[in-house]
């Protein structure tokens, strides 16, 4: 498995293994839920974004992308199959990152799970 999502206590964590983890420039990322604003199952359109670090080969998306004065940070190769987060306040490295879009194998249920965690945060 190049990517895992695990929903915890305090934060989410992406974990990104093998090539991908190559392929991203990344292996793991925490996002405490205090930075998540908005969970959604919709892929962020690639052709409105600039790579910045990653690959891209059709749909497979992987790395770090830039739209306007926002970086994302995108990790999947089915966008009918991606959990996106929203964020604010939220840095990777010295980069304050607006979108974290990684691909799951159930994005329903774990939109579902991360909403119930931002609740009342």
């Known amino acids: 498995m190049a990517r895992r999502v695990d929903i915890g206590h305090d934060c989410v964590t ?8 190559v392929a991203a ?23 409105s974004l600039m790579r910045l670090g990653g690959t891209a080969i ?18 999947y190769e089915h966008p009918d199959k991606v959990i996106c987060l929203t964020l604010t306040g939220y840095y990777i490295g010295d980069r304050l990152y607006k ?12 939109k ?6 931002i609740v009342g945060k």
Request: hydrophobic fraction near 40%.
């Open 99 to 110: 979108v974290v879009a990684v691909g799951v194998g159930n994005p329903q249920v774990m």
């Open 25 to 47: 420039l990344k292996r793991n990322i925490e996002i405490p839920y205090k930075h998540i604003v908005h969970v959604s199952t919709a892929a962020p359109d690639p052709t």
């Open 58 to 75: 059709g749909d497979i998306q992987e790395g770090h992308f830039w739209h306007g004065e926002d970086w994302y940070f995108l990790s």
């Open 112 to 117: 579902r799970e991360i909403e119930a965690r």
């Open 14 to 21: 992406v974990h990104l293994t093998g090539l991908t983890s």
